[in-house]
C-alpha cells in the first residue's frame, strides 16, 4: 500500500512540476499572460510549485524506509527521475502538442530505466 501511495503520490507531484517549470512556455498564446514579465511567471511558477511540494514532500516520507516505507532515498531519488521524464513527456506529447519524442529520447529514457533497475540491486 504504501509504494502504491507513494508512487502515485509522486506521479501528481511531477504534474505539477512540469507544469511549474515549462507550464509558462505556453503562456504566451494566451493573450492575458503574454504580456506578463518574468517576475510575474516566476510567481506564478512559484504558485504552481506549492502544490508539487504538498505531494513530494508527504511521497517522499511515506515510501522512506526511515518511516516505514519500503524505499531508500536512492530508490526515492531514482523513482523520481524516471517519474518525472514520464510525466514529462506526456505532458509535452498530449498536453502541449509541441515536440514528439524521438528515438534518442526513447532510447535515453530506457536507459534511466535500467538506472530504477540497478538502483534496486542488491
Given at each position: 500500500?504504501?509504494?502504491?501511495?507513494?508512487?502515485g503520490?509522486?506521479?501528481?507531484?511531477?504534474i505539477?512540476?512540469?507544469?511549474?517549470w515549462?507550464?509558462?512556455?505556453?503562456l504566451?498564446?494566451?493573450?492575458?499572460?503574454?504580456?506578463?514579465g518574468?517576475?510575474?511567471?516566476?510567481?506564478?511558477?512559484?504558485?504552481?510549485?506549492?502544490?508539487?511540494?504538498?505531494f513530494?514532500v508527504p511521497?517522499?516520507?511515506?515510501?522512506?524506509?526511515?518511516?516505514?516505507?519500503p524505499?531508500?532515498?536512492?530508490?526515492?531519488?531514482t523513482?523520481?527521475e524516471?517519474?518525472?521524464?514520464?510525466?514529462?513527456?506526456?505532458?509535452?506529447t498530449f498536453?502541449?502538442?509541441t515536440?514528439?519524442?524521438?528515438w534518442?529520447h526513447?532510447?535515453?529514457f530506457?536507459?534511466?530505466?535500467?538506472?530504477?533497475?540497478?538502483?534496486?540491486k542488491?
Open positions: 500500500m504504501k509504494t502504491v501511495l507513494t508512487l503520490l509522486l506521479t501528481i507531484s511531477n505539477f512540476m512540469t507544469l511549474a515549462y507550464g509558462h512556455l505556453q504566451k498564446q494566451m493573450p492575458i499572460f503574454a504580456k506578463l518574468l517576475f510575474s511567471i516566476v510567481l506564478i511558477s512559484w504558485g504552481i510549485a506549492f502544490f508539487e511540494y504538498i513530494q511521497a517522499n516520507r511515506i515510501g522512506y524506509q526511515g518511516y516505514g516505507g524505499f531508500t532515498q536512492y530508490q526515492l531519488k523513482i523520481q524516471a517519474i518525472s521524464l514520464l510525466v514529462f513527456v506526456g505532458i509535452v498536453v502541449f502538442k515536440e514528439k519524442p524521438g534518442n526513447l532510447l535515453a530506457s536507459l534511466i530505466v535500467v538506472a530504477v533497475f540497478l538502483v534496486f542488491k
